[in-house]
C-alpha cells in the first residue's frame, strides 16, 4: 500500500487561552492596591498603611501585587495578591491569632466609610503548606480583622475576624480548611484549630494547582487553596470603620502562602455584576450564533432578608433589540426574601452582517439603607460569525513517500479547530492511503469551536514511475542454504540502488544486487531507491518439505527360515538405508521392494531412513521368528469317564501339531465320536452330547500334521471302563 504523508501548517487569528495567572512584582503600592483595585461600589477608604508604616504604603511593597487570571479558569479573574514573602512583622493581633509564632508578612489596614449597612468581599487563601504539613505547627494564619461601631470582638479595638469558615467563627487557616486528611502532621493539631475540621474540606480545592505550577513564582509554589469565599460584616452606614487584612508565615519562613482579593468586590450595599461566557475560549467574548453568556447579580448574603430592586442600564456599541434580546422587562430584577442572586441570561443575535466587535456594558444601581445610590458594572464583548477561509496548496509530487505541506489559513475564526478530510481522515496531520498515478482531489473541512464548518480542495498529483514489478523466489533443499530471491523494477530514473535484507545470523544479512544466491528459507526484503523514490517489497523463500519414511513388511511373523519383502512407500526421498536388523544392510537410491531370509529365533527391528538434503526420516517394524519343533504324540489305551476325576478322558496328547483329523468308532463301525481340532478331548459320550457309550473296546483313527508339514497316521483301539470297582 502507497501512503501520501500531508504535513498540514496552521496559521490564524483569533483568541488564544493563556493558562497562567499573570503577576508584575512590584507593580503596585499598597495604597493603588486598595484604592484603585480592591474597592468596589459603596465604599470610601482612607488612611492606608502598610505593617503599621503610611510611609511604606506608598512604596511598592513584593508581597502585594495585582493579579491577572483572564482565560486560566481561576475562579478570580483579576485582583490582589497579598503574600507571606514579606518582612518580619510585630503585631498584637497575629500573637493572639498564633500564640506568638508568627513571623513575616504583609498587613494592611485602613479606614472606610460604608453608603450601605453591610460589607462584602471575595477571597482564596493558597498555600505551599498543603499536601506536605497539613495539621502540623506549620500553620500559615491570615484574617481580615475589621473594628468599629457596634462591633465587639477579641482583638484590638474590639475587632472581629470575618476570614472565618462560613457558618461558624473558626477562622480559615491550613489546620482548619484542607483536604481532610494530615500530610506531615498530626491530626491532633487539626482538632485543636477546629473539631470539625474534616467537614470543611468542601470548601478545599487542589483544581488550582495546575494554574499555579503554570504561573509566576511565589504563585508556582501554592499546592492547594480554598474555594472561592466570602468576607461578609453589618455595618452603620456613614461611619467609619477600620480594616486589617493580614497574612503571615507561622512558625518559620519556609513554604509561602497568599490570599488573592477579587478586584472591586470589597463593596457595600452593592449588588454585584458578573458575566460569564459558556465557552473555554474566553470569558469577555461572545460570538453570535455559537455562544451566549449568563449575566450573574448578587448581594451580600447579610442582605437577603429583605426585597431588593435592581435597576440597571444597558450601554455599548451593541443595541439592546437589535443585536440581542431585551434582557428584561422594565430593566430591572427584583431580590425576593432568601435570593442572593438573580441571573439574565445574554444571547447575542446571529444576523449575518459584518459589524466587527461590540461591547455591551451592563450598569446597575440600587438604594441602600442610608439612602445612596450604588452603582456596578459589567462588560463583554460580541463578535461576529467567524469565517475561516481554508486555503490547501495544490501539489504535484514524483514519489509516494513525499511530504506534502498543505497551508491552512484561518481569517477571523474562533479556535480551537478540528480538520476533517474526505478519506476518513482527521487532525492537522494525516496519511492518506490508497494514493495512485495522476491527480487526486482531498476535501478537507475545518470545523471551529462554534461548530462552523469551511472546505477547500488539496489536489495531489502523483507522478510516481518507479516500481517493483517482479519477485521471484528459488526454493532451496530441504535444510541445505541454496535458495534464491530476485526482484525487477520498472520506471527507473538514473542510476538505482538495489538492496535485499533477510534473516541472516547473529544479524540481518543483506546484499546490494537484484539477486541474491545460496539462502536459507524465510522472509527476504527488496527496495530499489532511483534518483527520485524508493519503493520496496517481499518475498517468502521456501524449502523443499521434509520427506517421510514409511514400509510394509510381509510377512511380519513365522518359522525359521523365514523370508520377508520390505515394500517402500516413503516419500520420494535421495537416499533410502535399510538395516534389516540380522546384520544386513543396504543402501539405495530408489523405492525398489527389498528383500531378506531369518534364519535364526528371534525378534529383528528394522529400521529405513531415508536423507533428501539434510533433512532425514526413519521408520521401523519388528519381525518375529520362531524354531521348528518336531511332532510327537501319547495316547492312553484305557479311560474311566466316571467324573472322578482321574483318566476322564480319552486325548491324544500331540506335541506341535497345527491340525489334527480324529474319528472313533464302536465295535458295530458305528462313529460316536470326530473332531478336528487339535487338543479336543472324548469324555465318553456320543459326540460328547450327554449319551454315555457303555463300557466296552472303540476303535479309533487318526492323522496329525506338523508344523514342518509333517504327517502321522494311526489306528488302534481303547477301553471305556465306567466301574473300576469290577
Not at 452582517?353 to 439603607?369: L, M
Amino acid at each position: 500500500m502507497k501512503n501520501l504523508l500531508l504535513v498540514l501548517f496552521i496559521f490564524g487569528t483569533g483568541l488564544i487561552s493563556v493558562a497562567q495567572i499573570t503577576t508584575t512584582n512590584p507593580n503596585i503600592t499598597p495604597v493603588q492596591a486598595v484604592e484603585d483595585i480592591l474597592v468596589g461600589a459603596g465604599v470610601n477608604a482612607f488612611n492606608i498603611t502598610y505593617n503599621g508604616s503610611a510611609a511604606d504604603a506608598n512604596v511598592q511593597q513584593p508581597n502585594v501585587q495585582e493579579f491577572d487570571a483572564t482565560n486560566t479558569g481561576f475562579p478570580l479573574t483579576q485582583g490582589v495578591l497579598m503574600t507571606t514573602d514579606g518582612p518580619v512583622l510585630n503585631d498584637p493581633d497575629l500573637n493572639t491569632l498564633t500564640g506568638g509564632s508568627y513571623t513575616n508578612g504583609a498587613i494592611i489596614e485602613f479606614d472606610f466609610v460604608p453608603s450601605g449597612d453591610t460589607l462584602s468581599f471575595n477571597y482564596i487563601f493558597a498555600s505551599s503548606e498543603y499536601t506536605s504539613y497539613t495539621c502540623s505547627s506549620f500553620n500559615d494564619v491570615f484574617a481580615f480583622l475589621i473594628s468599629g461601631p457596634g462591633i465587639n470582638g477579641p482583638f484590638s479595638n474590639n475587632a472581629e475576624n470575618i476570614a472565618t469558615v462560613p457558618g461558624t467563627n473558626v477562622p480559615v487557616a491550613i489546620n482548619t480548611v484542607n483536604s481532610g486528611t494530615p500530610s506531615g502532621g498530626s491530626s491532633a493539631d487539626c482538632d485543636a484549630a477546629d473539631p470539625n475540621w474534616q467537614a470543611n474540606s468542601v470548601y478545599f480545592t487542589l483544581g488550582n494547582n495546575a494554574i499555579f505550577q503554570n504561573s509566576n513564582t511565589p504563585i508556582s509554589g501554592f499546592n492547594g487553596s480554598t474555594v472561592v469565599l466570602p468576607a461578609n460584616a453589618d455595618l452603620i452606614c456613614g461611619d467609619t470603620f477600620h480594616i486589617k487584612l493580614c497574612i503571615a508565615n507561622d512558625f518559620d519562613q519556609a513554604l509561602d502562602s497568599g490570599v488573592f482579593l477579587e478586584a472591586n468586590s470589597f463593596t457595600s450595599g452593592a449588588v454585584d455584576i458578573s458575566i460569564e461566557s459558556q465557552t473555554s475560549s474566553s470569558d469577555t467574548l461572545l460570538v453570535e450564533g455559537c455562544t451566549d453568556a449568563t449575566i450573574y447579580f448578587t448581594r451580600p448574603q447579610n442582605q437577603t432578608g429583605d426585597t431588593l430592586v435592581v435597576y440597571f442600564n444597558t450601554g455599548g456599541t451593541a443595541v439592546q433589540g437589535d443585536d440581542y434580546p431585551t434582557l428584561a422587562p422594565g430593566d430591572s430584577v427584583v431580590f425576593l426574601p432568601g435570593e442572593d442572586t438573580l441571573t439574565l441570561v445574554l444571547d447575542p443575535t446571529q444576523d449575518g452582517n459584518t459589524e466587527g466587535f461590540e461591547d455591551v456594558t451592563i450598569s446597575a444601581y440600587s438604594v441602600t439603607e442610608c439612602g445612596d445610590t450604588v452603582f456596578s458594572e459589567g462588560l463583554i464583548w460580541f463578535a461576529d460569525e467567524p469565517f475561516s477561509d481554508v486555503t490547501a496548496l495544490d501539489t504535484t509530487i514524483l514519489c509516494a513517500n513525499d511530504s506534502v505541506p498543505i497551508w491552512v489559513t484561518t481569517d477571523g475564526g474562533f479556535p480551537p479547530y478540528t480538520y476533517s478530510w474526505s478519506d476518513g481522515s482527521t487532525g492537522d496531520t494525516v496519511g492518506l492511503a490508497g494514493v495512485v498515478d495522476g491527480p487526486t482531489d482531498y476535501i478537507v473541512t475545518s470545523t471551529d469551536a462554534c461548530g462552523f464548518e469551511y472546505t477547500d480542495t488539496a489536489t495531489i498529483t502523483l507522478n510516481q514511475t518507479l516500481a517493483i514489478d517482479t519477485m521471484i523466489q528459488f526454493p532451496a533443499d530441504c535444510g541445505i542454504p541454496n535458495g534464491a530471491v530476485s526482484g525487477q523494477g520498472s520506471g527507473i530514473t538514473g542510476t538505482p540502488d538495489y538492496q535485499w535484507s533477510g534473516p541472516g545470523q547473529p544479524a540481518p544479512d543483506s546484499i546490494n544486487a537484484s539477486v541474491w544466491q545460496n539462502l536459507p528459507s524465510g522472509w527476504y526484503y527488496f527496495s530499489i531507491e532511483d534518483d527520485v523514490c524508493y519503493v520496496q517489497d517481499s518475498i517468502f523463500l521456501e524449502q523443499d518439505p521434509p520427506p517421510t519414511a514409511s514400509f510394509d513388511a510381509n510377512p511380519t511373523t513365522g518359522n525359521a527360515p523365514l523370508e520377508v519383502t520390505f515394500t517402500n512407500t516413503s516419500d520420494p526421498a535421495t537416499t533410502y538405508d535399510w538395516d534389516f536388523g540380522n546384520g544386513q544392510t543396504v543402501s539405495v537410491n530408489n523405492q525398489d521392494s527389498q528383500n531378506t531370509t531369518y534364519t535364526e529365533e528371534g525378534t529383528y527391528t528394522v529400521t529405513l531412513t531415508i536423507s533428501d538434503g539434510n533433512c532425514t526420516d526413519q521408520a521401523s517394524q519388528e519381525i518375529i521368528v520362531n524354531l521348528l519343533q518336531p511332532l510327537s504324540y501319547d495316547l492312553p489305551n484305557v479311560f474311566t469317564p466316571n467324573n472322578d476325576g482321574t483318566n476322564d478322558f480319552f486325548n491324544i496328547n500331540a506335541e506341535n501339531a497345527v491340525s489334527i483329523d480324529m474319528v472313533i468308532l464302536n465295535r458295530w463301525g458305528n462313529v460316536v465320536f470326530e473332531t478336528q481340532t487339535v487338543g479336543q478331548t472324548w469324555n465318553g459320550t456320543v459326540d460328547n452330547n450327554g449319551t454315555a457309550c457303555n463300557d466296552g473296546t472303540y476303535f479309533y483313527k487318526f492323522t496329525i500334521v506338523g508344523e514342518d508339514g509333517e504327517e502321522i497316521e494311526e489306528h488302534g483301539f481303547v477301553q471305556l471302563v465306567r466301574d473300576t470297582d469290577k
